[in-house]
């Protein structure tokens, strides 16, 4: 490992270019051979910081919030693809000046709004805006149900059954998002659910977005399975094909690091507290859930190792990881790295009980740190009123 962690501060995000830039790489080599758009997806990485990197590689970024969709216009350059699940009459006009693709999460939904597309598309004839209908293929392999968008009840695109022959007039993409952290063979799997029951529509399609979830960067993917999955489909429909990963991009390229503040003794388990938090900063661990690695540390406890249970600085009694064994015993001001630390991180930090967030910094490709920024007080005080 390149970086030295006694150059960089706690706690903070540290973000490894030449990890970023390979994953990129890969990312890259997969659109061109395969023929298809791969796009970033906000929702799981808005390192604003990094997009002039990003931006060498990948051609177009996705949204799920006007927000979003100023952040992509404003430090990647790029109209956006947009999908948002219920849109707002007062934002729409905005959301369509600036993005290129629409998508629709109900026919109710675009119903609504298709007046306001055409008569943009129509005073706008050269910034044409292309919708899109997202879909509910009924088929997902994603076991914890707050990220399956396929669970009954789901508010998250349309069945088949209220499908009539014919896309609505106006339509010219449809949209799924039904993986999570999956491979291609799950892709593939999908993609016959998908066929089965939307099959005669995709014909009628100009484009299928496939939305995110396929982790292409990780080790042991079957990335040429991707590729002949993509030029399939393509084939078959006359279709453009877009991916929009979220933590393909920024997969193991950066850590969190941490300091330990106090080690208590509850009731016979050793709890090192540490200055971040597990709820505020590293939400996703306890959602998805998942322990996260940390380096040097053994993931599971070692019998005759020093071991501990690892507690957030907030409050919440559940704010807690455990159990990490090390080699040597933890003292006040020991630092503990997080591994993989980006995706699904910076986006989803909280300043609950007033913690500050991680300082956010950059190891640049010349092994050196940029710190990019710093939080306080306001932070905390700009979520409030």
């Known amino acids: 490992m390149s970086i030295d962690f006694s150059q960089i501060p706690s706690p903070c995000f540290v973000l490894e270019e030449k990890l970023l830039r390979q994953n990129l790489t890969l990312i890259r080599k997969v659109m061109d051979e395969a023929g298809c758009h791969i796009i970033l ?16 590689y990948l051609p177009g970024a996705t949204a799920s ?21 219920a849109y ?3 934002e729409f006009e905005e959301v369509l000046q600036r993005s290129s693709h629409v998508t629709f999460n109900s026919l109710a939904q675009w119903e609504r709004f298709k007046g306001y597309v055409k008569h943009h598309n129509q005073t706008h004839p050269q910034k044409q805006v292309s ?12 076991e914890t149900d707050m990220y399956n968008p396929c669970v009954p009840g789901s508010r998250l695109g349309v069945t088949r059954d209220h499908f009539g022959a014919t896309l609505p007039d106006g339509i010219e993409g449809i949209h799924f998002h039904t993986l999570c952290e999956n491979g291609s063979d799950v892709l593939e799997r999908t993609l016959d659910a998908l066929e089965s029951r939307f099959g005669d529509l995709l014909y009628q399609a100009k484009w299928l977005n496939m939305g995110g979830g396929h982790l292409m960067t990780r080790e042991g993917y079957d990335i040429p399975k991707l590729i002949m999955l993509i030029k399939k489909i393509k084939q078959k429909y006359g279709l453009e094909v877009i991916l929009e990963p979220g933590s393909a991009i920024a997969w193991r390229t950066g850590y969190l690091t941490s300091s330990v503040l106090d080690i208590v003794d509850s009731q016979g388990i050793q709890v090192a507290i540490l200055d971040t938090s597990f709820a505020a900063h590293m939400p996703d661990t306890l959602e998805m859930p998942y322990k996260p690695r940390i380096v040097g ?14 507690g957030g600085m907030t409050c919440l009694a559940g704010d807690f990881m455990g159990d990490y064994s090390f080699d040597e015993p933890l003292e006040i001001g020991s630092k503990l790295v997080f591994e993989d630390m980006i995706h699904y991180t ?12 991680p300082s956010i910094g950059i190891w640049q490709a010349d092994n050196s740190f940029k710190l990019v920024r710093t939080y306080g007080y306001e932070s905390f005080k700009d979520r409030l009123s």
């Not at 997806?41 to 060498?56: C, H, N, Q, T, Y």
């Open 41 to 56: 997806a906000l929702k799981g990485f808005s390192m604003f910081s990094v997009f002039p990197i990003v931006k060498e």
């Open 65 to 85: 919030s006007l927000n979003e969709i100023k952040l992509i216009n404003d430090y990647l350059g790029y109209q956006s693809h947009t999908y948002i699940p």
């Open 88 to 90: 707002q009459e007062a």
């Open 131 to 142: 919708c899109g209908i997202r879909v509910n293929p009924q088929y997902s392999e994603v």
């Open 297 to 310: 540390a053994y993931h599971e406890p070692q019998a005759g190792k020093p071991t501990y249970r690892l």
């Open 346 to 357: 910076m986006v989803k930090t909280t300043t609950f009980n007033g913690v500050n967030l």
